[in-house]
């Protein structure tokens, strides 16, 4: 297969960033996180599925493609040890201003691409915020596929209906893209006991789930991995295309 051509906005020199708004006026905007992932994953896992997938979104539709925000929302993971917790709101003023900046030079939309779900509400309210205060638009593509992909490829079970973390789908992710920064001799399988007011209060995970892992990380293996990866490009190239079918037709918001 040959392989598109990918535009990294960090890579650009002026007149070829000048020569690419000519043409294209939206990017894709890795999010990740810098968090625990129980003893066998490395903290930057989130960081490495977002710049895989992203770059074979962009690949496929033509984005620029921007530098991976990395030091991201992470409440619920905090206290372990070794993560980093951006405050939401701060987040939310750092990706507002991503996006007025390049509106500026001519960006008029940006997908971001979350690689890490406990930035999502943060994300939702910098799109919001936008939406009364700029022209400037923030699409947010959460993992697009993910639980369709797990159905498919995934044979353990789900600790809860909405997470993943660490568990079956993250190791083998990170197998199929880093397996020299795995150690499955320390994966584990733990399922906690879910609160009956988790959810309704944030209760930090360090509480109830000692490795960090929620789920079975043993049943892992890079096969799988490289299938989940593969199947969830699709979904987010196909949001963008519709997204951008109804932005050229001058949908109201988009």
């Known amino acids: 297969m040959n392989k598109k051509k990918i535009f990294r906005h960090t890579e650009m020199k002026r007149p070829e960033f000048e020569e690419f708004i000519k043409h294209t006026d939206f990017a894709i905007l890795p999010v990740a996180a810098i968090e625990q992932h129980g003893p066998h994953l490395p903290y930057n896992c989130d960081v490495i599925v977002a710049d895989h997938l992203s770059e074979r979104i962009a690949e496929e539709t033509g984005a620029l493609l921007m530098a991976t925000l990395r030091y991201t929302p992470s409440f619920s993971l905090r206290l372990y040890p070794g993560t980093v917790r951006v ?14 900046s390049m509106y500026v030079h001519g960006i008029k939309t940006i997908y971001v691409f ?22 400037a638009r923030i699409v947010n593509l959460v993992l697009p596929g993910i ?9 353990s079970k789900r600790w809860h209906s909405k997470y993943v973390h660490a568990e079956e789908f993250e190791t083998s992710c990170v197998l199929a893209l880093r397996p020299d920064l795995v ?22 995970w360090s509480d109830f789930c000692k490795s960090g892992v929620v789920g079975d990380a043993t049943a892992a293996t890079a096969e799988k991995g490289k299938a989940l990866l593969e199947y969830m490009i699709s979904p987010s190239v196909r949001i963008i295309q519709e997204h951008q079918k109804a932005f050229k037709n001058g949908k109201k918001h988009h």
């Open 87 to 100: 405050s939401d709101t701060t987040f939310v003023s750092i990706l507002v201003d991503i996006c007025e």
């Open 114 to 135: 979350q690689g890490h779900v406990g930035a999502a509400a943060a994300c939702k309210e910098a799109e919001r915020k936008l939406l009364v205060s700029s022209n």
């Open 183 to 204: 150690d499955m001799s320390k994966a584990v399988s733990e399922y906690p006991e879910i609160d009956p007011l988790f959810g309704p209060i944030s209760i930090p």
């Open 147 to 155: 639980y369709e992909a797990m159905e498919k490829y995934c044979v």
